[in-house]
């Protein structure tokens, strides 16, 4: 089983920056991929970001890349999502999650996940 912890959420103003941290605990050896997710109120999980373990592959939807960075400590077993120029449409509830396997293949897919953390909270607003 793997354990996956969010912080870093906030309440931020348009234009500012967050950093969330996903901080993962227990046998994590066979999930390559580590992947975020935001949901907004009435909208679905949407797959924003990820990273595969072992390489420098990493994975952004359209509507954040250029924005945000998602980056991995493994000496930590953390992974990152630095989050820039921030506006309100990001607000929501961030999520990492882990997939079992060796790819990062149906990255944005959240079924295609298995180890969920908990979420933190996002707010963009003036």
């Known amino acids: 089983q793997l354990q996956l912890v969010e912080s870093g959420g906030g309440a931020v103003q348009p234009g500012g920056s967050l950093r969330l941290s996903c901080a993962a605990s227990?046998?994590?050896?066979?999930?390559?991929?580590m992947g975020w997710f935001r949901q907004a109120p009435g909208k679905e999980r949407e797959g924003i970001a990820a990273?595969?373990?072992?390489?420098?592959?990493?994975y952004y939807a359209d509507s954040v890349r250029g924005r945000f960075t998602v980056s991995r400590d493994n000496g930590k077993n953390t992974v990152y999502l630095q989050m820039n120029s921030l506006n309100p449409e990001d607000t929501g509830l961030y999520y990492c999650?882990?997939?079992?396997?060796?790819?990062?293949?149906?990255?944005?897919?959240?079924?295609?996940?298995?180890?969920w953390g908990q979420g933190t909270q996002v707010t963009v607003s003036s």
């Open positions: 990273s595969r373990n072992g390489s420098a592959l990493t």
């Open positions: 999650a882990a997939k079992l396997g060796p790819t990062c293949s149906n990255w944005n897919v959240a079924g295609a996940y298995h180890f």
């Open positions: 227990g046998d994590s050896g066979s999930t390559a991929c």
